[in-house]
Structure formats: structure tokens, C-alpha cells
């Protein structure tokens, strides 16, 4: 069945392989060479630091602003918003950490620290979804005209475009 906010869920569908592979580096953390690790470490922050955060930026300024409006609540969104921050903070602290490797091993520490981060920011993920899908897009789909959905998906765009030129830069 093809609903308003097919759009939305379509870009969560194209975004679920990049962010089982943040589960599968974790997995291999301890188990694989330091370069896979590496590599696979590298691809999850390109990931989560040039697409996840402006998909979340684009949700900010453009999705849930149009939920706070549908359900009559400016707090409506507050949850959400504040996984977005916690999604930040993984970024951070995952670009800290790869700074500093040299090409040594990593030590049992960083080993740690790693796995915890990415099981940390797959789980949020995983769960955001799931509440956007299974709360916030039907009840958009039910209040929303055709012509106000399509609004807000290029007003996502919009803002999606802007968050991923300011994060090459």
C-alpha cells in the first residue's frame, strides 16, 4: 500500500543497509584484522557523519515541525529531537577516537570503546526508526493532504542538501 509519507519510508529502507553494517563492524571488533576494523570503522562515521546527520537535520527543520503542527503539541517531538543529539554525541566521540589510532593495534580499550559506541548508536538508530515509522508516519498519513506531504518532503530535501554541503566543508 502506497502512503503519504512513502517517501520518508523509502529513504529509511535505502538507510537500513548502512546501518546494519554499524552491527557488523561492531561484531567483528576483536575478531577481525586491525585494517578491516579500520576500514569498517571509517565507513560507518562516513555514514553516520555525512548522510544519517543530515537525514536527522532534515527531520529537524523540515518533518517534525509538520508532527508538532498535526498533533497540536510544540513538545511532540522533544523524544526525538533529543535522539538526534545523542547521535551527535556518538559521532563526536567516534571521530575522537580514530584520530588518535596511528597504525598500531588497537588496544583493548579502544577495542571497547569502539564496539560500545557502535552497538550504542545502532541500537538508537534501529529504535528511531521504529518509532517514526510506527507512530509519527501513520498519523501523518492520516492528517496530511497530498499537497502539504509534498511540501515537507522537499522542504527535507531542502534541508538535507544544506546539512550535507556544511558537512564537507
Known sequence: ???????????????????????????????????EIREGVGEVYEFL?????????????????????????????????????????????????????????LTAEQRKALQRLLYGAYALIKVHFAKEEEIYLPILDQRLTPTSAQEMFQAMETAADKAKHLAHI
Do not use: C
Not at 561492531?26 to 585494517?35: F, L, Q, S
Not at 515541525?65 to 547521535?87: C, F, G, N, W, Y
Open 1 to 35: 500500500m502506497i502512503t503519504l509519507t512513502q517517501p520518508l519510508r523509502d529513504e529509511h529502507k535505502e538507510l537500513f543497509p548502512s546501518v546494519n553494517r554499524i552491527l557488523r563492524v561492531a561484531d567483528r571488533i576483536g575478531e577481525a584484522p586491525t585494517a
Open 49 to 105: 557523519a555525512y548522510h544519517l546527520n543530515p537525514h536527522a537535520q532534515a527531520e529537524e527543520a523540515a518533518l517534525y515541525p509538520v508532527v508538532q503542527k498535526v498533533l497540536s503539541s510544540p513538545e511532540a517531538t522533544r523524544t526525538m529531537s533529543r535522539d538526534h543529539l545523542e547521535i551527535g554525541r556518538y559521532i563526536e566521540e567516534l571521530e575522537a577516537l580514530t584520530k588518535n589510532w596511528g597504525k598500531a593495534s
